[in-house]
C-alpha cells in the first residue's frame, strides 16, 4: 500500500497539493495496481484499477483515469474531473500542512458545517449540518432534520451512533443553532 497526494478539482481549478490522500493498493494475489478512496464523499464504491485507461463501470458511476502529465493521473466520474493523484508514495507528515488548514480555515467547506456519510447497498447516506441526504441508484432525496431529536435519531439510525447530545458544528455551535 502507498499513500498517494491528490489535488481536488473545484470551481476555480485544482487545489492546493496534499489537499486529499488516496491508497495505491498492490494486492498479494499480485492483481492491481488499485486506486483504493474511501475518503472522497460520492466516490466509486470499489476500488479502480490503477493502470486502466478505459471506463470503469462502478455502482456510483462510470470512472476513467487519464494520464495527465510528469506522471499524474486524473480521475474522472461519468466524464467529469474529480481529482489528480501524484503517484509518488508520500507520508502522512506530508499532509500536516493542507490538514491543518481544512481543519482551521473558515474558507475550508470543512470548518462550515457537520458531515456524516456512508455507503449503503445501492447508494449512499449522509448528514450534513441538519440535511438528510439519501442517494440510491443514483436518485437524491433530501430532508431538512428540524428537531432535535429527529437529527438524534437519523445519526441513530442511519450510522448506528447514539449521542446524548446534538453535535457542534465546526466553528463549536450548536447543530441546533445553525441554519
Known amino acids: 500500500m502507498s499513500r498517494v497526494a491528490?489535488?481536488?478539482y473545484g470551481e476555480a481549478g485544482l487545489s492546493p497539493p496534499f489537499d486529499?490522500?488516496?491508497l495505491i493498493v498492490r494486492p498479494a494475489d499480485g492483481s492491481g495496481?488499485?486506486?483504493?478512496?474511501?475518503?472522497f464523499g460520492s466516490h466509486s464504491d470499489y476500488p479502480l484499477r490503477l493502470?486502466?485507461?478505459?471506463?470503469?463501470d462502478d455502482p456510483a458511476g462510470r470512472f476513467r483515469l487519464a494520464d495527465a502529465g510528469a506522471g499524474d493521473i486524473d480521475v474522472l466520474k461519468d466524464g467529469r474531473p474529480q481529482y489528480r493523484i501524484e503517484t509518488r508514495e508520500r507520508s502522512l507528515a506530508d499532509c500536516v500542512p493542507t490538514c491543518w488548514w481544512q481543519q482551521t480555515s473558515p474558507l475550508s467547506h470543512f470548518t462550515r458545517s457537520t458531515?456524516?456519510?456512508?455507503?449503503t447497498p445501492g447508494g449512499r447516506v449522509s448528514i450534513s449540518g441538519r440535511l438528510l441526504i439519501q442517494t440510491q441508484s443514483g436518485t437524491r432525496a433530501e430532508g431538512q432534520l428540524d428537531t432535535d431529536d429527529e437529527l438524534l435519531a437519523a445519526y441513530r439510525d442511519h450510522f448506528g451512533i447514539e449521542l446524548s447530545r446534538v453535535?457542534?458544528?465546526p466553528a463549536g455551535r450548536p447543530v441546533s443553532d445553525v441554519r
Open 6 to 8: 491528490a489535488r481536488v
Open 20 to 22: 486529499h490522500l488516496a
Open 33 to 39: 495496481p488499485w486506486l483504493a478512496d474511501v475518503g
Open 51 to 56: 493502470d486502466a485507461r478505459e471506463d470503469q
Open 115 to 119: 458531515i456524516c456519510s456512508r455507503l
Open 167 to 169: 453535535p457542534d458544528d
